[in-house]
Protein backbone atom coordinates (compact mmCIF):
# COMPACT_ATOMS: atom_id res chain seq x y z
CA UNK A 1 0.00 0.00 0.00
CA UNK A 2 2.33 2.64 1.07
CA UNK A 3 4.68 1.62 -2.25
CA UNK A 4 1.97 1.88 -4.74
CA UNK A 5 1.09 5.87 -2.56
CA UNK A 6 4.54 6.49 -3.47
CA UNK A 7 4.58 5.96 -6.55
CA UNK A 8 1.33 7.86 -7.29
CA UNK A 9 2.85 10.78 -6.25
CA UNK A 10 6.30 9.89 -8.07
CA UNK A 11 3.39 10.28 -11.36
CA UNK A 12 1.70 13.04 -9.96
CA UNK A 13 4.79 15.40 -9.41
CA UNK A 14 6.05 14.32 -13.03
CA UNK A 15 2.86 15.41 -14.60
CA UNK A 16 2.51 18.44 -12.25
CA UNK A 17 6.45 19.68 -13.38
CA UNK A 18 5.54 18.42 -17.04
CA UNK A 19 2.36 21.02 -16.96
CA UNK A 20 3.97 23.91 -15.19
CA UNK A 21 7.54 23.50 -14.54
CA UNK A 22 8.05 26.51 -12.25
CA UNK A 23 4.97 25.43 -9.85
CA UNK A 24 6.92 23.89 -7.05
CA UNK A 25 9.84 26.42 -7.01
CA UNK A 26 6.70 29.38 -6.07
CA UNK A 27 4.85 26.89 -4.20
CA UNK A 28 7.67 25.98 -2.01
CA UNK A 29 8.83 30.13 -1.70
CA UNK A 30 5.88 31.29 -0.33
CA UNK A 31 2.36 30.39 1.70
CA UNK A 32 0.14 32.48 0.79
CA UNK A 33 -3.69 30.79 0.78
CA UNK A 34 -6.68 33.13 0.59
CA UNK A 35 -8.53 30.45 2.74
CA UNK A 36 -8.82 29.45 6.05
CA UNK A 37 -10.81 26.08 6.07
CA UNK A 38 -12.27 24.60 9.26
CA UNK A 39 -13.40 21.45 7.98
CA UNK A 40 -14.49 17.37 8.86
CA UNK A 41 -11.84 14.53 8.98
CA UNK A 42 -13.66 12.55 6.49
CA UNK A 43 -11.74 11.18 3.69
CA UNK A 44 -14.29 12.26 1.41
CA UNK A 45 -14.50 15.71 1.93
CA UNK A 46 -10.53 17.19 1.27
CA UNK A 47 -10.65 20.85 1.33
CA UNK A 48 -8.47 21.98 -2.09
CA UNK A 49 -10.59 19.43 -3.92
CA UNK A 50 -13.80 19.96 -3.38
CA UNK A 51 -13.51 23.81 -3.87
CA UNK A 52 -11.64 23.26 -6.89
CA UNK A 53 -8.32 24.80 -5.51
CA UNK A 54 -4.63 24.14 -6.02
CA UNK A 55 -1.99 23.08 -2.89
CA UNK A 56 -0.69 27.03 -1.76
CA UNK A 57 -4.47 28.56 -2.15
CA UNK A 58 -6.43 27.09 1.25
CA UNK A 59 -5.06 26.58 5.05
CA UNK A 60 -6.69 23.74 6.23
CA UNK A 61 -7.50 22.43 9.73
CA UNK A 62 -9.94 19.16 9.76
CA UNK A 63 -11.52 17.21 12.74
CA UNK A 64 -14.22 15.00 13.44
CA UNK A 65 -17.63 16.28 12.62
CA UNK A 66 -15.91 20.31 12.13
CA UNK A 67 -16.68 21.02 15.74
CA UNK A 68 -15.62 24.75 16.99
CA UNK A 69 -14.27 23.97 20.33
CA UNK A 70 -13.69 27.09 22.16
CA UNK A 71 -10.89 24.86 24.07
CA UNK A 72 -9.70 23.66 21.17
CA UNK A 73 -5.75 24.94 21.17
CA UNK A 74 -5.18 23.02 17.87
CA UNK A 75 -7.60 24.83 16.22
CA UNK A 76 -7.21 28.19 17.86
CA UNK A 77 -3.58 27.78 17.00
CA UNK A 78 -3.88 27.21 13.64
CA UNK A 79 -6.97 30.22 13.02
CA UNK A 80 -4.42 32.39 14.90
CA UNK A 81 -1.73 31.42 12.47
CA UNK A 82 -4.15 31.89 9.46
CA UNK A 83 -4.96 35.69 10.62
CA UNK A 84 -2.06 37.02 11.86
CA UNK A 85 0.44 35.61 10.10
CA UNK A 86 -0.96 34.01 6.49
CA UNK A 87 -3.10 37.60 6.56
CA UNK A 88 -5.79 35.25 5.38
CA UNK A 89 -9.23 37.02 5.10
CA UNK A 90 -11.51 34.55 4.26
CA UNK A 91 -12.58 31.77 7.13
CA UNK A 92 -14.88 28.82 5.72
CA UNK A 93 -16.47 26.24 8.70
CA UNK A 94 -17.79 23.65 5.99
CA UNK A 95 -19.67 20.76 7.31
CA UNK A 96 -21.08 17.81 5.11
CA UNK A 97 -24.34 15.74 4.60
CA UNK A 98 -23.85 12.15 5.79
CA UNK A 99 -21.69 12.85 8.61
CA UNK A 100 -20.81 9.96 10.45
CA UNK A 101 -19.46 12.27 13.44
CA UNK A 102 -23.28 13.97 13.16
CA UNK A 103 -24.86 10.51 13.42
CA UNK A 104 -22.51 9.28 16.20
CA UNK A 105 -23.64 12.12 18.14
CA UNK A 106 -27.22 11.38 17.34
CA UNK A 107 -26.67 7.78 18.74
CA UNK A 108 -26.51 7.04 22.69
CA UNK A 109 -23.17 5.78 23.98
CA UNK A 110 -20.59 4.89 24.15
CA UNK A 111 -18.51 5.68 21.58
CA UNK A 112 -15.17 6.35 23.62
CA UNK A 113 -13.51 10.11 23.03
CA UNK A 114 -15.51 10.68 20.11
CA UNK A 115 -18.91 11.09 22.81
CA UNK A 116 -16.77 13.60 24.70
CA UNK A 117 -15.84 15.51 21.60
CA UNK A 118 -19.34 15.27 20.14
CA UNK A 119 -20.90 17.03 22.57
CA UNK A 120 -21.44 20.54 21.42
CA UNK A 121 -23.51 19.04 18.53
CA UNK A 122 -25.42 16.75 21.18
CA UNK A 123 -26.24 20.17 23.31
CA UNK A 124 -27.32 21.18 19.25
CA UNK A 125 -29.49 18.35 19.45
CA UNK A 126 -31.25 19.33 22.12
CA UNK A 127 -31.71 23.13 22.07
CA UNK A 128 -33.33 21.93 18.16
CA UNK A 129 -35.42 19.45 19.37
CA UNK A 130 -38.80 20.80 18.20
CA UNK A 131 -36.79 22.07 14.42
CA UNK A 132 -35.38 18.55 14.31
CA UNK A 133 -38.64 16.42 14.98
CA UNK A 134 -40.22 18.46 12.37
CA UNK A 135 -37.88 17.22 9.41
CA UNK A 136 -39.25 14.07 7.36
CA UNK A 137 -36.70 11.43 9.00
CA UNK A 138 -33.24 10.32 10.50
CA UNK A 139 -31.05 10.83 7.53
CA UNK A 140 -32.94 14.59 7.35
CA UNK A 141 -33.09 15.39 10.79
CA UNK A 142 -28.74 14.61 10.95
CA UNK A 143 -28.47 16.38 7.82
CA UNK A 144 -30.23 19.63 9.16
CA UNK A 145 -28.07 18.88 12.37
CA UNK A 146 -24.74 19.19 10.36
CA UNK A 147 -26.32 22.81 8.88
CA UNK A 148 -26.73 23.73 12.53
CA UNK A 149 -23.48 22.55 13.91
CA UNK A 150 -21.68 24.92 10.70
CA UNK A 151 -23.75 28.07 11.64
CA UNK A 152 -22.90 27.33 15.13
CA UNK A 153 -19.14 26.98 14.18
CA UNK A 154 -19.29 30.43 12.41
CA UNK A 155 -20.98 31.88 15.87
CA UNK A 156 -18.04 30.36 18.01
CA UNK A 157 -14.99 31.36 15.42
CA UNK A 158 -16.40 35.07 15.36
CA UNK A 159 -16.52 35.17 19.10
CA UNK A 160 -12.64 34.33 19.58
CA UNK A 161 -10.34 36.56 21.12
CA UNK A 162 -8.42 36.07 17.68
CA UNK A 163 -11.40 37.38 15.57
CA UNK A 164 -12.22 40.02 17.76
CA UNK A 165 -8.94 41.52 18.23
CA UNK A 166 -8.18 41.25 14.73
CA UNK A 167 -11.66 42.87 13.61
CA UNK A 168 -11.36 45.76 16.27
CA UNK A 169 -7.74 46.72 14.74
CA UNK A 170 -10.07 46.90 11.54
CA UNK A 171 -8.62 43.40 9.40
CA UNK A 172 -11.49 42.78 7.07
CA UNK A 173 -11.86 38.88 7.98
CA UNK A 174 -14.84 37.33 6.99
CA UNK A 175 -16.05 34.10 8.37
CA UNK A 176 -18.78 32.04 6.44
CA UNK A 177 -20.50 28.47 6.48
CA UNK A 178 -20.86 26.02 3.79
CA UNK A 179 -21.73 22.58 3.52
CA UNK A 180 -20.95 19.79 1.09
CA UNK A 181 -23.25 17.17 -0.50
CA UNK A 182 -21.72 13.51 -0.90
CA UNK A 183 -23.71 12.61 -3.50
CA UNK A 184 -23.46 15.30 -5.59
CA UNK A 185 -20.26 17.04 -4.73
CA UNK A 186 -21.64 20.43 -4.68
CA UNK A 187 -20.89 23.31 -1.73
CA UNK A 188 -23.66 24.94 -0.61
CA UNK A 189 -23.97 28.57 1.33
CA UNK A 190 -25.61 28.68 5.04
CA UNK A 191 -25.76 32.08 4.50
CA UNK A 192 -24.51 32.65 7.81
CA UNK A 193 -21.55 34.96 7.15
CA UNK A 194 -20.06 37.27 9.52
CA UNK A 195 -17.69 40.01 8.87
CA UNK A 196 -16.29 43.35 11.04
CA UNK A 197 -18.81 44.92 12.80
CA UNK A 198 -21.75 42.65 11.65
CA UNK A 199 -21.08 39.74 14.56
CA UNK A 200 -20.81 43.09 17.13
CA UNK A 201 -24.58 44.48 15.94
CA UNK A 202 -26.00 40.67 16.17
CA UNK A 203 -24.78 40.37 19.52
CA UNK A 204 -26.01 43.47 20.67
CA UNK A 205 -29.51 43.19 18.77
Not at 44 to 52: D, K, L, Q, T, W
Not at 53 to 59: K, R, T
Not at 81 to 90: G, I, P, S, T, Y
Amino acid sequence: MLESLLARNIEWSAARHDADPGYFARLAALQAPEFFWIGCSDSRVPANVVAGLDPGEVFVHRNVANVVHSADLNLLSALEFAVEALKVREIIVCGHYGCGGVKAATEDPPHGLSDHWLEPIRRLARSYAVDLAACGGDEDRRDKLAELNVIEGVRRVSETPILQKAWARGADVRVHGLIYGLKDGRLRNLDCSTGPGHFVEETAR
